[in-house]
Structure formats: structure tokens, C-alpha cells
């Protein structure tokens, strides 16, 4: 798996945009209309497609567990989340 599991919707929009274009350009024929049907239902599935990838494939940022349920802690052994180390540090 990548290291950036996500890919944006404008990048999923503009490649149907341009299988779009590449369909005319070899003789498929749509109507202005149905390329407009197909890019609208892109726009509103793009968003969800991302939503479903970055739920499954990155991690929380507050307080990650491996597979067994165990906390999973920086390498240096603390295990202070880093939004509230310096709350808890005073700083």
C-alpha cells in the first residue's frame, strides 16, 4: 500500500473528464446532455470514492491500536498524543 492512500475527486473528476473527451474524439457519440449526466454523477460519487479509500486505509489521529487492540506509541515510548503534549507540558 502507498504511503498516500488518497486520491483527490477533482483528479477522479478530471480523468472521467477526459475519458469523456477521448470517447467523442474516437466517434462514441454522446449528447452534450449525457456527457453532462455522466460528469454530474462523477461529481457527486468522486467525493464518496475518497470518503470510503482514506476511511479504510489511513489511521486515526487520536489514539491509534494495532490489529490486537494494543496502543500504538512513538518510538521514543511516549505515548502522550502530540495535540496534548504541550497542554499537559504547560507549553
Not at 26 to 32: E, Q, W
Not at 35 to 51: C, D, E, H, K, Q
Not at 66 to 85: C, F, I, N
Amino acid at each position: 500500500m502507498s504511503n498516500m492512500p488518497l486520491i483527490t475527486t477533482a483528479a477522479i473528476t478530471s480523468i472521467v473528464g477526459a475519458v469523456i473527451s477521448v470517447l467523442l474524439a474516437f466517434g462514441v457519440h454522446l449528447t452534450p446532455e449525457q456527457s453532462a449526466a455522466i460528469m454530474g454523477l462523477i461529481t457527486v460519487l468522486a467525493p464518496w470514492v475518497v470518503a470510503l479509500v482514506g476511511h479504510n486505509t489511513t489511521t486515526p489521529l487520536a489514539n491509534p491500536t494495532a490489529k490486537d487492540g494494543e496502543p500504538l506509541v512513538r518510538a521514543s515510548g511516549d505515548s502522550t498524543p502530540p495535540q496534548t503534549r504541550s497542554i499537559a507540558r504547560g507549553g
